[in-house]
């Protein structure tokens, strides 16, 4: 197993605006070395369709086992109109799904945060997202998406049958849900999980297995429970009474979209997936924004940097153990807000307009 590397971090910028809001969280990332003596090696490298374009495969060995020694990576987005028609194996996300399976990335932090200042962006009222803060935490390595057998089969009558399965053992429960509790007592204390227990046996199980960890080790946390569909529902209806929700993979899947809707802008959100620790306390991860690669924009340096770089003060927080690092990263970006400045997806009367280096500019100009 090659060991991870501290303080290394792996830019995948990507495709379409990947490389323009990967190269704004390049830019904070040598403040901070220049600034604060941190000592980041930054090491950068091609993933997705212009992997594609240059060797053929989304992700070149070389550049998979650079993820494997750096302790953070940091990817933009990946796929767009131009690598549709390629066979599933070259497909440029691909290369995602591949970082992801193996470096064991298990667990996949989304927050929902509504930024005071961009509460009219959403699509309900006010005072139902004013003040929202919820984290979502989805299981990513197993259930329906990886079980087996799956497949599509001829049967008897002249039909076809198409056939996935969704399994989750005691363990793949647990880990997440550890991770759940943990981030829960930095938090608001409460986690609610949620399956299908009422159809689903594994959906029981998982019930079952997370309540068990939490009457053992988090009894000082607030546990509920509820049925997935009910939870997508509730999101809807009053979504602050979450803290943070944990779930499987396809339900986690559809409720952490639906949540990240709840705050208005895709330009905003960050994103962690993070895989289990090793004896020596190492753990990997992934961090990128929830956004993909706006074809649409891209090359007309419009996109928002926000989400990569709030993707980054995640780093901070939970892979470099730098919590006052990553709150003064998030503090920058309230004040740029604060201050009026929009990239274009975001705007509203009165704001001013400014591009993505500006923007990226003016966050650091916030963190001097
Ligand atoms: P998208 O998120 O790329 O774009 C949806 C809309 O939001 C577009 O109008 C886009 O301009 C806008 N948008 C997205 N991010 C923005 C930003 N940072 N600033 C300003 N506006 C932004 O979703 P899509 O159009 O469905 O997908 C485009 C491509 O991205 C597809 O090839 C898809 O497969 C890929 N994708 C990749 C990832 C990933 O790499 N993790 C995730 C989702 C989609």
Redesign the pocket.
């Known amino acids: 197993m090659i060991k991870v590397k501290k303080r290394k971090i792996l830019l995948l910028p ?5 490389p323009e ?1 990967i190269g704004e969280v390049k830019k904070i990332i040598k403040w901070f070395n220049d600034n604060k003596s941190l000592d980041f090696e930054i090491e950068e490298g091609l993933a ?1 369709g212009c992997s594609y374009d240059k060797h053929g495969t989304p992700i070149t060995d070389e550049v998979f086992y650079k993820a494997l020694e750096c302790e953070v990576v940091m ?7 131009k ?2 028609n390629l066979e599933f194996s070259k497909k ?2 691909r290369a ?1 799904l591949k970082l992801r399976k193996e470096l064991k990335l298990f667990a996949n932090l989304r927050p929902a945060i509504c930024f005071e200042q961009l509460v009219d962006a959403s699509t309900l009222k006010p005072e139902i997202v004013s003040g929202l803060d919820i984290m979502i935490v989805r299981e990513l390595t197993g259930g329906i998406y990886f079980g087996e057998p799956r497949g599509i089969k001829p049967i008897d009558n002249g039909e076809r049958k198409g056939i996935n399965t969704h399994t989750y053992t005691t363990s793949e429960i647990t880990r997440v849900a550890r991770i759940a509790f943990d981030l829960a007592k930095k938090r608001s204390n409460k986690v609610t999980s949620c399956e299908k227990s009422n159809v689903m046996e594994a959906g029981q199980l998982w019930k079952e297995e997370v309540q068990e960890l939490h009457d053992k080790e988090y009894k000082d946390v607030e546990l509920s429970h509820m049925l997935a569909d009910n939870c997508a529902m509730q999101l809807l209806r009053n979504p602050k009474q979450f803290d943070v929700i944990v779930t499987d993979n396809l339900f986690g899947d559809m409720l952490s979209d639906q949540a990240s809707m709840l705050t208005g ?3 905003l959100l960050p994103s962690a997936s993070l895989g289990a620790k090793n004896k020596d306390g190492e753990m990997r991860a992934m961090y ?10 891209a090359g007309k340096g ?7 770089i709030l993707s980054f003060a995640m780093a901070l927080r939970y892979s470099l153990d730098l919590d006052n690092e990553a709150d003064a990263l998030e503090k920058a970006v309230q004040d740029v807000l604060n201050d009026g400045l929009r ?4 705007l509203s009367k009165g704001m001013k307009e400014t591009s993505t280096p500006e923007m990226g500019d003016a966050i650091i100009s916030k963190l001097q």
């Open positions: 990507g495709d379409g605006i990947g809001v997705g990817l933009g987005a990946v796929g767009g109109p690598w549709d440029p996300e995602l802008s895709l330009g990128e924004p929830i956004h993909g690669s706006a074809p649409d924009i419009i996109a928002n940097p926000i989400a990569s990239t274009k997806d975001i």
